[in-house]
């Protein structure tokens, strides 16, 4: 069975620092690894996809992320915290032969940016 | 392009009624699925539809059902409300063969 395991539910860093959000995934077979992004009172919107190209994947917002195999990992960075960055981020998976929707999340982590 | 939409936005109930709500995909996406997002179990994937078939299913009781209509609008429906259905409901649609799944804004349900 699949799953999603994020590191910290509640993140806090400075304006300007750097972004980063731990996401590690247990899967048999080699997984699609998503990470989405919430903000108050709205749904998910997509940051970036690892689809088994490239192991470091960029997304939207200058936001990367790097997909380590042997760690079964897929951390989220950011170089530089911007206060519109304030949100709750979800790393999700999906087995590669799945046909369409399904996803798992992991429980979130919700991300502070200090001024 | 429109995105998902769904409605109604906000929603009270009262235990033991039942309620319906929906959701339009993207045009051209002919899958739709349905998450419950509570503060205590996180994200939870409901059930899938795809072609007006139910795809997948998750480990939700059977008061959880849902369909799929020939123009890919889905609803879901949940019966003999209880307090721990309060939830956001979210909706997301994917293109055929596509892994990205476009989120819609969510119905925030209330069961008082």
């Known amino acids: 069975a699949q799953s999603v395991t994020q590191l910290g539910s509640h993140v806090s860093v400075s304006e300007g620092a750097l972004v980063l959000l731990r996401c590690n995934y247990s899967?048999?077979?080699?997984?699609?690894l998503f990470w989405y992004v919430q903000y108050p009172n709205q749904g998910l919107q997509l940051l970036l996809k690892y689809t088994s190209a490239a192991t470091l994947v960029k997304g939207i917002n200058g936001f990367e992320a790097e997909f380590k195999k042997s760690e079964t990992s897929f951390h989220l960075t950011k170089p530089s915290a911007h206060m519109s960055d304030a949100a709750e981020y979800f790393c999700?998976?999906?087995?590669?032969?799945?046909?369409?929707?399904?996803?798992?999340f992991g429980q979130g982590t919700e991300l502070s940016v200090k001024p | 392009k429109a995105g998902v939409t769904q409605t109604p936005r906000y929603l009270i109930k009262t235990r033991g009624q039942q309620v319906t709500l929906s959701c339009s995909p993207i045009s051209g996406h002919r899958s739709v699925s349905w998450y419950q997002q509570t503060p205590g179990q996180g994200l939870q994937f409901l059930f899938e539809y795809f072609s007006e078939t139910q795809r997948n299913k998750g480990n939700f009781p059977g008061r959880f059902s849902g369909r799929q209509f020939s123009n890919s609008r889905s609803e879901m429906n949940v019966s003999t409300l209880e307090l721990g259905d309060s939830a956001l409901y979210l909706c997301a649609s994917n293109r055929d063969g596509e892994t990205e799944a476009f989120f819609g804004q969510g119905t925030r349900l209330t069961v008082v």
């Open positions: 999700a998976v999906s087995p590669i032969y799945n046909q369409g929707g399904k996803l798992i």
């Open positions: 899967s048999s077979v080699p997984p699609y």
